[in-house]
């Protein structure tokens, strides 16, 4: 699976505002509102499902990255939003570190192969020091989306 098919490009968010956890999972539940890929109605019901899933267990992963998710039977096609946070945001990671990169991600609960895709091809590219790198430096969308370009390209090396 590409980044490019996932990644909601309305919904990156190059400069976060949010500073805290669940606030971030908001801000990109909004910006995926917003691009008009999730209804106003359901940004609750994913923020409660992604938070209670965070309560378990974080996602924030090492080097500054979080991949917060969840599955839903409302989603027919895994979707992701991008954020990029210049404060850092405490996920409770492995490493104790802030996350600077988040990938929240919402997949289709009655298919769990394409959840599984999905978070092997940001996890793919977010083990990668270059993109992570480039991620965080990215300020505008444009940014992004080259990164995410080059990425499915396989123009970013470890």
Do not use: C
Not at 60 to 66: E, I, Q, R, S, W
């Amino acid at each position: 699976m590409k980044l490019r098919e996932l990644v909601v490009e309305k919904a990156i968010v190059p400069n976060l505002v949010a500073t805290k956890r669940d606030d971030a999972i908001k801000e990109l539940l909004g910006a995926l509102v917003a691009a008009g890929k999730v209804s106003e109605d359901m940004r609750d019901t994913f923020a409660k499902a992604i938070i209670a899933r965070e309560n378990k267990g974080s996602t924030g992963l090492n080097h500054g990255v979080a991949i917060p998710h969840t599955k839903s039977p409302t989603i027919k096609v895994p979707m992701a939003a991008i954020g990029v946070s210049r404060a850092g945001v405490d996920f409770n990671s492995l490493d104790k570190q802030p996350v600077y990169s988040i990938v929240l991600l919402l997949s289709p609960e009655e298919k769990p192969e394409l959840h599984l895709d999905a978070i092997q091809a940001v996890f793919s590219h977010l083990s990668k020091d270059q993109f992570r790198r480039f991620l965080r430096q990215a300020t505008t969308v444009q940014a992004v989306t080259t990164l995410l370009d080059e990425a499915d390209a396989g123009q970013v090396a470890r």
